[in-house]
């Protein structure tokens, strides 16, 4: 069940994204907050509780969305990743942040605060850039499994030279 509605996160946030790429935004890169909005949105629908930037303690472990039901918590940490010509693309500062937050996710684990953990990682990119490669490449060594789910990559209008939107996601834990 968690993965139809994880579907219906991407589908939401792929007409977003395809939308707000219409408008000629000035938004350097495409935002995570998006991500958050399209997948509260699927998680509701779908009837369970969801806590936006959840704190679960005073000082430390926190998430993006929180997301109750089914007996269940579930932990979702989001990051947008970005590859193309003309930008800063950095994989290995991207990759970094990414550790971190699925290291945030582990805590929550270690704590007892979610059930299950997934990391749930955006890339808008420059199709069959060199950049694409190595954005993708910094993915492949983030987990020693592949992403549970990969969605169709969806053509954008250019976006500061970016053009395709692709979502992954991986479970970090729980089942």
Known sequence: MLFKIIESGVKYACNDYVAISQFG???????EDQLKCAFYRAFSEANFIVQAEAALERKGARCDLLVIGENKRVAIEFKTAWAGDGWVNKPPAQQKTWLADINKL??????QFADIGFFILCLIYQKESIYEKKIKDAMNNLFE???????????IKNWNGLNHFQVFSWRVFGS
């Open 145 to 155: 499994h592949d992403p549970e789910f990969i969605s169709v990559p969806t053509e």
């Open 25 to 31: 935004s000035f938004d350097v890169k495409p935002k």
């Open 106 to 111: 582990k805590n929550l684990r270690e704590k």
